[in-house]
């Protein structure tokens, strides 16, 4: 019975961990936080990145990580590079940033 409630326990607290470990946040979450004003618009943070990462917005997700709200951003940039972005949801400021060229695919 102990081992089983031990189990019990560890696959109930990997679930958790895994719901905390960043999946992107459902519609509802992201206006309840917005409603709480634990994060700010994707529109206002485009508008605070754009002029040191100018580009076309691929994709973007919102996701709850250590605490925090954060956006993963793809851009297109000039040039032809694929820009990645871990962008904080309340100030906007960039965490992480990661820029490749386009592949062109061969036919």
């Known amino acids: 019975m102990r081992?089983?409630?031990l189990l019990f326990c560890l696959v109930c607290g990997l679930g958790w961990g895994a719901a905390q470990a960043g999946a992107p946040l459902s519609h509802e979450?992201?206006?309840e936080a917005r409603q709480k004003g634990e994060i700010r618009s994707l529109r206002w943070v485009m508008q605070q990145i754009q002029p040191q990462y100018p580009g076309r917005l691929l994709d973007a997700e919102l996701i709850y990580k250590n605490t925090?709200?954060?956006y993963?951003?793809?851009l297109l940039q000039p040039g032809g590079y694929?820009?990645?972005l871990v962008v904080d949801a309340y100030t906007a400021e960039?965490?992480?940033s990661?820029?490749?060229p386009i592949q062109k695919r061969k036919p």
């Open 3 to 5: 081992r089983l409630l």
């Open 29 to 31: 979450q992201i206006r």
């Open 68 to 70: 925090h709200y954060i």
């Open 72 to 74: 993963r951003i793809k």
């Open 82 to 84: 694929v820009s990645r």
């Open 94 to 96: 960039v965490l992480k």
């Open 98 to 100: 990661r820029s490749r």
